[in-house]
């Protein structure tokens, strides 16, 4: 049989450790499944890529100024002359290839601020090319919402049209895009890729119990969504206020608190704590991936998060959990994880209430640790259902092969 030629794609190798966990699980099913596959990317962090998962990588946008603020006519030209050069190379890579997987990540949604003729113009060629060239595009465990904005919510409900499968990390994903005109009848809903991802030990009790152990806050860089941005700097302070004052809570009740990140551009945001409360109860992890949360999140005796990854991590750890949700997705997680009540609004964080919800997850912490380990066991299995579907949609062949194998 000739080596099946995969290709991974999006902003992968960015910074971003949600979309980089995505691909670890996704490249992790295809060393287990498929491993005479050829695999290589096209992403926003190529060297990165290249580096870290030993695949070969190529530059998703030609010009490399994409995600910069354009004001001058020079960057403005090289700008729209990348839109024309990006059609034609990302038709060529898709060409070589005989599937191409986006892994997981948000890409058919806005929660964030977001540009048209960014990322939404790149998986429309990916998914247009792929139509055109008969290579399948599949869409893994993605995320999607509603998108108010019509450009944008016109290329991604045209990417997503043209993608040979589709599955989605949630079911508010699957009914927001037949909400916006997408046939989703034979679409199906699975747990976020990161699950599939190992879980690092937790550490045996050394003695008898001490005092309380640390908490994990997770921050982030937050301004509101894409309709948002009139108010964007409003949000932010008010995010930015509740989230420090919450921790100086923690530090006058004596609790180490340890600041997560998810994104290179939350580091403003833990520097902005760290110079607020000033303690040495306070520090910053240095986490390069999931599996780097996920070690922190299990040695915490409970987590406050607000990126999406970073509650996917303590919620895999088994560690108790309190989202500051700032998109239904965060809210649907930890419903779908049995802490559906352990949610805050994230655009208006008010220390006080949050303390309170604080202290109610930690007085049932032993209840939820069980509740966890069982919805965790559930995900795994149901991840083994979606990686089953992905090889009869995408690798017949394979599939036909292994079933002669088990038949035997």
């Not at 990317?41 to 890529?49: H, N, Q, R, S, Y």
């Not at 994409?66 to 990302?90: H, N, P, W």
Request: with cysteine.
């Amino acid at each position: 049989m000739t080596a099946a030629r995969v290709g991974v794609f999006g902003l992968l190798g960015s910074g971003n450790l949600g979309n980089d966990g995505s691909l670890e699980a996704v490249l992790g099913y295809l060393r287990a499944e498929h491993p005479e596959a050829v695999v290589d990317a096209l992403c926003g962090g190529p060297e990165v890529v290249a580096a870290r998962y030993g695949i070969p990588a190529t530059r998703l946008h030609w010009y490399r100024g994409e995600y910069r603020t354009a004001s001058r006519a020079g960057a403005i030209a090289g700008k729209g002359l990348g839109k024309l050069v990006d059609a034609v190379r990302t038709a060529a890579w898709v060409r070589r290839h005989d599937v191409v997987i986006v892994p997981g990540m948000g890409v058919l949604e806005a929660t964030l601020p977001l540009r048209p003729w960014g990322f939404p113009y790149s998986l429309f060629l990916l998914c247009a090319s792929g139509r055109l060239l008969r290579t399948r595009v599949a869409l893994v465990g993605v995320g999607a919402d509603a998108i108010s904005d019509r450009p944008t919510r016109a290329l991604v409900r045209g990417a997503a049209r043209l993608a040979a499968y589709r599955s989605y990390r949630d079911a508010l994903s699957r009914d927001a895009m037949r909400a916006m005109g997408v046939d989703t009848s034979r679409d199906e809903v699975y747990p976020d890729l990161a699950f599939a991802l190992p879980t690092p030990a937790a550490s045996a009790p050394s003695g008898p119990p001490g005092p309380p152990g640390p908490v994990c806050v997770g921050v982030m860089d937050f301004h509101g969504g894409n309709d948002d941005r009139a108010r964007a700097e409003e949000i932010h302070r008010r995010y930015l206020d509740g989230t420090t004052r919450f921790v100086r809570a923690l530090v006058e009740d004596g609790r180490p608190v340890r600041l997560l990140t998810g994104d290179a551009c939350d580091a403003a945001v833990v520097a902005a704590i760290l110079d607020a409360v000033d303690s040495p109860l306070v520090t910053a992890a240095e986490a390069a991936s999931l599996a780097d949360l996920m070690k922190e999140t299990t040695a915490a005796d409970a987590v406050v998060a607000t990126r999406y990854h970073n509650l996917v991590c303590a919620l895999k750890a088994g560690t108790p959990t309190l989202a500051l949700s700032y998109a239904a997705k965060s809210s649907a997680l930890m419903e779908s994880m049995g802490l559906g009540a352990y949610c805050h609004p994230a655009r208006e964080v008010d220390a006080d209430r949050l303390l309170e919800q604080f202290r109610s997850l930690e007085g049932r912490s032993a209840e939820l640790r069980r509740t966890l380990a069982e919805r965790n066991l559930a995900a795994n299995r149901q991840l083994g259902d979606q990686f089953t579907a992905l090889t009869a949609a995408l690798f017949p062949a394979a599939d036909h092969v292994h079933t002669l194998r088990e038949a035997s």
